[in-house]
């Protein structure tokens, strides 16, 4: 089982001015840890769960080209970007940007957005869920189109592109990657399905069934389920003096055990880097070798 480190938090004790070399000493702390990629959410404000909204956030895509500069293995990606924040050419174009200039380290990951207050707060488009779900599916069209060099006319409800013309084309091969984050049966995991090579899901009780749904949706639209790589949001809080560590790496066995293949963590502290030796010694040998 692989690890990601999924940074959501940047109100760090040394303030703004800090911000960037802090940053950077983590992604490279992380990167040489053998976290297998970094994310960040793709915020404008601080959500909820974390903290108020006042709270320091980072533009997603600024933030992973930094993180990129910074790093020379661990992939790249949002978890996740929502569809209404960017147009689809606009975004595809920000992807293979990263992709290109990582060396063919980036990921798209997408969903359908759910922020409204933010979203409002900014003058972004905030749609109806119907029309952000089809958002979501012709953008999942318009970036396999772009990444793949085809430049034919896209003419949908909501995007219409005269050329779609990308270029330079991303380096990651066979294809830049797509992961769907969410857990929505009737309409994420099929997208999923038809669209994506991954899917992100949180660790609730009824993560096994959203699986399920998943394989019925891969059952009834044709790719192999096993070809979708199953990735989860996991907290790894390590404790106080790393008493947690035993309990996050069976944890990670138990979802591995459910078929997943990445682990997207996020760190309490992340800024404190003496944390990643933990991960390199213990966490990160053991998750490999489930």
């Not at 997603?60 to 661990?74: K, P, S, V």
């Not at 006319?153 to 091969?173: C, D, I, M």
């Not at 019925?216 to 979708?228: L, N, Q, R, S, W």
């Not at 990445?262 to 990160?284: C, P, S, Y």
Request: proline residues 6%; negative net charge.
């Amino acid at each position: 089982m692989k690890l990601g480190l999924h940074v959501s938090n940047f109100t760090w004790p040394e303030g703004s001015a800090r911000l960037g070399p802090q940053l950077g000493e983590v992604a490279a702390a992380a990167d040489q840890a053998g976290f297998e990629r970094i994310n960040v959410m793709d915020h404008f404000w601080q959500i909820g769960v974390i903290g108020p909204p006042e709270w320091d956030m980072l533009e997603a895509y600024t933030a992973l080209g930094f993180l990129a500069a910074h790093t020379q293995r661990a992939k790249l990606l949002t978890l996740v970007t929502g569809v209404v924040y960017r147009e689809p050419a606009l975004l595809a174009k920000a992807v293979t940007t990263l992709d290109v200039l990582s060396g063919g380290r980036a990921i798209l990951g997408l969903g359908a957005a759910w922020n409204e207050e933010e979203s409002r707060g900014l003058g972004l488009p905030f749609p109806p869920t119907k029309e952000r779900f089809e958002r979501l599916e012709e953008a999942l069209r318009i970036c396999k189109q772009m990444f793949a060099g085809d430049e034919t006319l896209y003419q949908g409800e909501h995007y219409q592109l005269g050329r779609p013309l990308n270029n330079p084309q991303p380096l990651s091969r066979p294809h830049l990657p797509i992961l769907i984050g969410g857990g929505g049966e009737k309409k994420t995991l099929r997208l999923v399905a038809q669209y994506a090579d991954a899917c992100n899901l949180f660790p609730s009780p009824e993560v096994q069934h959203k699986l399920d749904v998943l394989k019925a949706h891969c059952d009834d639209v044709g790719p192999d389920y096993d070809e979708i790589q199953k990735t989860v949001l996991y907290n790894f809080d390590l404790g106080e003096k790393g008493e947690r560590v035993g309990e996050i790496i069976e944890g990670l066995r138990r979802l591995h055990g459910m078929g997943f293949e990445v682990g997207h963590g996020g760190l309490r502290n992340a800024w404190d880097t003496k944390q990643f030796e933990i991960f390199a010694n213990e966490i990160v040998p053991a998750a490999e070798a489930f």
